[in-house]
């Protein structure tokens, strides 16, 4: 059987050729090779991690290619990342002597190489919620539990958080952005463009911008409220006024 990366220098040879003749490979072509590779690695590591155990669980190639034909589903939603990060764990686990991990079992591998959001370092959507609204205020200078969180903030936009929390369309819209992010995150994809470019967008604040921040906020100490208090303070004086 062909390694995977004997199958990519093989590909490598064939895009060669296709681009000789002027032919190009269609994207379909190339999500095809894409995913036939993350399986062959899939079952490579994991032929490696288990020698002989392996060999006795699916016997023959007949076995093997009927395994491989029932996950691969499964399989091509991962990445070589999401795999090396299961497989590491798994080692890990049969270190420990946990019995589950002691024979290949492909349901328990995929799982493994999906990994959670507490994992990830991501918080649940409520608290992800109140954090943005909390600090909808002061974006730039909060300390965020995750890039994630900040994210989805700025696509909502933090005028809405600050004044439009309450609303059930602004809830959904950051519910909505929150798990897209995490999503790409637990498919092993990089949400680092998304920080640049908000940060980049950010930065490009004009001085008039600025000058009515300043005025807005010196408002707020004239009214007796602490700008750098956020929501909690803002409703708390509302609800003062409105009793008035």
Known sequence: MKTAAELIGNFKVEQTKSNHSHAKPTADTKQQWQATLRILYFFERLQTLYGQRYHATFGGAEQEAQAKKEWSPYIQQLNKRMIDHGFEQAKQLMIEGNKQYQWPNIPDMIRLCKPSLSQLGLITFAEAFNEACQHAHDPINHNWSHQAVYLAGKQVGWYSLRCDSHLASVKKQFEYAYHQLCNRLLAGESIEDGVHLALTQ?????????????????????????PKGGRAEFLRNWKQLSSH
């Open 202 to 226: 950010n930065n490009k604040s004009t001085s008039a911008e600025l000058q009515t921040l300043a005025k807005q906020q010196q408002q707020m100490v004239e009214q007796g409220i602490n």
